[in-house]
C-alpha cells in the first residue's frame, strides 16, 4: 500500500492525474493550432500557384498576340476566302 503516515497520497495521486489532464489539453491544443497554421499554408500556396498560372498564362497570350502572321499565309486567306 502507498498509504503515508500523513494521508497525502491520496493528494499526490490527485496532483499527478491533473497534470496528465493538463498535459493532454496542451497536446490537443498544440495540435489545433498546428493544423490551422498548416490549413493556412494549403491555402496560401493554393493563392501563389493561382497568381502564378495567371501570369503564365498572360505572358503566353501576350506572346501569341505579338507573333506576326505571316504575309503570303494572310493573302492566300483572302484570297480564298
Not at 500523513?6 to 496542451?26: F, K, T, V
Not at 500557384?49 to 504575309?71: G, K, M, V, W
Request: hydrophobic share 35%; net charge negative; proline share 2%.
Amino acid at each position: 500500500m502507498n498509504n503515508n503516515k500523513n494521508g497525502s497520497s491520496g493528494s499526490n495521486d490527485q496532483n499527478s492525474e491533473s497534470m496528465e489532464l493538463i498535459a493532454a489539453r496542451l497536446a490537443y491544443i498544440g495540435t489545433i493550432i498546428t493544423t490551422l497554421g498548416d490549413s493556412i499554408s494549403a491555402i496560401a500556396a493554393g493563392i501563389a500557384l493561382r497568381a502564378l498560372e495567371e501570369e503564365t498564362f498572360s505572358q503566353s497570350r501576350t506572346e501569341l498576340n505579338q507573333q506576326p502572321i505571316p504575309c503570303s499565309r494572310s493573302l492566300t486567306y483572302i484570297l480564298t476566302s
